[in-house]
């Protein structure tokens, strides 16, 4: 069990049960039946637990060097074999569980799998670092329509929008830990850029993605999720502005990270109560 917890800490908690939460509201709300919703969402779950073991794995030596206490493997609690095995085992779970939804899935899944791994090495510490997360955001709406039957691709209007998200999650999820970063040489784009421009570039993502979402659905679509979609869009426009005036006006900090995922969170709800447009 205290190997299990360190695993568990070592995983990203948040961004795994999220993206796991948000792929099982995209099944719902495509329609699928139950068994293949919950198959997707723990296909999906234990490929995020690979990513972010992974991740911890190779950062190991980062975070001791800067003392992060709170990651398990840089404590000492696992060692970086056993985190190593444990995200191995976790990608073969994920594709194991892939498979019976299909050759899309398992292929969809594998994608987002790989752009994970390839964000924790190579790309980290590039100007390419956000290319993973528009890679695997935007093939994320495409794993519900690949699970239905017949299965397809998600139109490019709810890809657009995951691959907004993506970007605007990559963006905001390091600015807390800029400094830390430049300390240990990693330099990927938000570093590159700046705390600043980051905050700006991710909440105009996340208005492009929610425009995405309003406009993209066909007619009949559209007029059913009407009313509830331009609530949202309002609602993230608005975070959006007072995300940039506040930005302009003061140093980028937890304030601004907050309104940025609370955004990012409103488009994700959005994308999902769309999600009966995905297959139209």
């Known amino acids: 069990m205290r190997i299990v917890r360190a695993l568990w800490g070592s995983s990203h908690p948040g961004p795994t049960l999220v993206v796991t939460a948000l792929s ?3 099944g719902i709300a495509a329609g699928l039946e139950a068994w293949r919703i919950a198959l997707l969402a723990a296909a999906v779950f234990f490929g995020q637990l690979s990513i972010g073991i992974s991740n911890d794995a190779i950062d190991a030596d980062r975070d ?3 003392g992060r206490t709170d990651k398990p493997i840089a404590r000492g609690d696992v060692s970086g074999r056993v985190a190593w095995i444990g995200a191995i085992v976790c990608v073969v779970v994920a594709l194991t569980l892939s498979a019976p939804l299909g050759w899309g899935v398992l292929v969809g899944n594998g994608v987002i799998i790989l752009s994970g791994w390839i964000y924790n090495r190579p790309l980290k510490s590039t100007p390419l670092s956000i290319v993973p997360f528009l890679v695997a955001f935007g093939t994320l709406p495409s794993l519900a329509t690949l699970a239905a039957s017949p ?6 209007w709810a890809t657009l929008a995951g691959a907004t998200l993506g970007a605007s999650v990559h963006l905001t ?13 990693v330099r990927g784009l938000p570093h590159r850029i700046g705390a600043r421009a980051s905050t700006v570039l991710a909440a105009l993502g996340v208005v492009a993605g929610a425009l995405a979402v309003l406009l993209g659905p066909v007619a009949g679509d559209a007029a059913r999720i009407a009313v509830v979609s331009w609530v949202l869009f309002a609602a993230v426009v608005a975070l959006a502005v007072a995300t940039v005036v506040l930005t302009v006006n ?4 937890r304030t601004l990270f907050r309104l940025v995922m609370l955004s990012a969170l409103l488009l994700a709800v959005q994308l999902i109560l769309s999600g009966g447009a995905l297959r139209g």
């Open 173 to 185: 999820n390091v600015l807390p830990d800029l400094d830390a970063d430049r300390k240990t040489g």
């Open 64 to 66: 001791r060097a800067v």
């Open 24 to 26: 099982a509201g995209l």
């Open 250 to 253: 003061r140093a980028p900090g």
């Open 151 to 156: 299965p397809a691709l998600a139109p490019a």
